[in-house]
């Protein structure tokens, strides 16, 4: 069983910055991507951010220039930097982590972290 952790959200004011951190932990389990999300008040869950473990990374157009995805493969870890926030940002962002266990393809989201970016 894989299991995801995310944590480095908080209340920040616009223009500021957060690091918002996935890890993913078990055993016997490769990674193929790890991709975050987020759900604002009221709205469905969106995509943000995808990296594979090539190491290639999309962005949803509303992120781009602003946020950037760090992959750590020894760790199973993703890092999503988040610059210029803004109040929009604000939302759950949660971490989507897929690839296969042994011969069993898995995908496994994490509790989720929340971002408050203030005007």
């Known amino acids: 069983q894989v299991q995801v952790v995310e944590s480095g959200g908080g209340l920040v004011q616009a223009g500021g910055s957060l690091r918002l951190s996935c890890t993913a932990s078990g055993s016997g389990f490769a990674i193929n991507t790890m991709a975050w999300y987020r759900q604002a008040p009221g709205k469905q869950r969106e995509f943000v951010a995808t990296t594979t473990s090539g190491g290639s990374a999309n962005y949803t157009d509303s992120v781009k220039g602003r946020f950037t995805l760090s992959r750590d493969n020894a760790q199973n870890t993703v890092y999503l930097q988040m610059n210029s926030l803004k109040p929009e940002d604000t939302a759950v962002y949660y971490c989507?982590?897929?690839?296969?266990?042994?011969?069993?393809?898995?995908?496994?989201w994490g509790q989720g972290t929340a971002v408050t970016v203030s005007s």
């Open positions: 989507n982590v897929a690839g296969r266990w042994g011969t069993i393809e898995y995908m496994t």
